[in-house]
């Protein structure tokens, strides 16, 4: 199977910056996206970023033009750098991985644990 381990998250002040990073390992066939979710405290999980094989990114709306993900597709291994951190960017945040661990499996998301991101005001 996939296994997602992250790093990377912390207390900061706001207009502050912090990266997070996401590795891949285990038995992995092919990895189609990976990405980043939060879920800040009494908040359903959100999208975050995303970045497809094909090289096209996503960003939610409120951290357009501060957030920027990247994805190095020889190691396996998905960045965040978040830039201009405000209060309301406190969350867990999750990487996922769309994945297929063999070629008889199917495609199926991959979760890390999470790492806590605290942006004081």
């Known amino acids: 199977q996939v296994q997602l381990v992250e790093s990377g998250g912390g207390l900061v002040q706001a207009g502050g910056s912090l990266r997070l990073s996401c590795a891949a390992s285990g038995s992995i066939f092919s990895i189609n996206a990976m990405g980043w979710y939060r879920q800040g405290p009494g908040k359903q999980r959100e999208l975050v970023a995303r970045?497809?094989?094909?090289?096209?990114?996503h960003y939610t709306d409120s951290v357009k033009g501060r957030f920027t993900i990247s994805r190095d597709g020889t190691t396996n291994t998905v960045y965040l750098q978040m830039n201009s951190l405000k209060p309301e960017d406190t969350a867990v945040y999750f990487c996922y991985a769309d994945a297929k661990a063999y070629t008889w499996t199917p495609w199926r998301n991959y979760w890390g644990q999470g790492t806590q991101v605290t942006v004081s005001s």
């Open positions: 970045s497809i094989s094909d090289k096209t990114t």
